[in-house]
């Protein structure tokens, strides 16, 4: 059996659920993180196990159906763990630093085209697209057991 790695500089492309219907969407290269930037993440977990469970499950339902949270889903969230979606966010602020290497197709408020880095996106844009990026980020980063056996 060979061992198997990821190829250092595999990126991807990642649209944000909102965006994919877009005839102009924002387009983030992203690459899973080292093993070194994902313990440094997980340091920042907000929530114990069982809060994570119940999180993810709702997550699931919005991804499943190809969609982003809804207000309820979001309230849903925060009663299961309280003050831990900020914490939540910070974790996933700083798998965007590390994951994203590029943003296609970025406009400003005006329409504009934009350029900005990981760091200044992931301080500037709006939590749920924080959220969104960083766990796919965070996703990508996590291999399955069968992955690293083969």
């Given at each position: ?73 979001n309230k849903r ?74």
């Amino acid at each position: 059996m060979a061992l198997r790695v990821d190829k250092p500089g595999r990126k991807q492309e990642y649209v944000l659920i909102a965006d994919r219907e877009s005839s102009k969407p924002t387009k983030f290269m992203i690459r899973p993180l080292t093993w070194e930037e994902m313990a440094e993440i997980l340091e920042l977990a907000p929530m114990t196990m069982e809060q994570a469970v119940k999180i993810s499950a709702i997550v699931q339902i919005a991804k499943e159906a190809k969609r982003a949270l809804t207000p309820e889903e979001n309230k849903r969230i925060n009663e299961v763990a309280p003050r831990s979606a900020m914490k939540a966010t910070k974790q996933h602020a700083l798998a965007v630093r590390y994951g994203v290497s590029d943003i296609l197709g970025l406009e400003d408020l005006d329409g504009n085209p934009l350029s900005m880095t990981s760091l200044a996106f992931a301080r500037h844009a709006h939590a749920e697209v924080i959220n969104e990026l960083g766990a796919e980020i965070v996703g990508i980063s996590q291999h399955s057991e069968d992955a690293i056996k083969n």
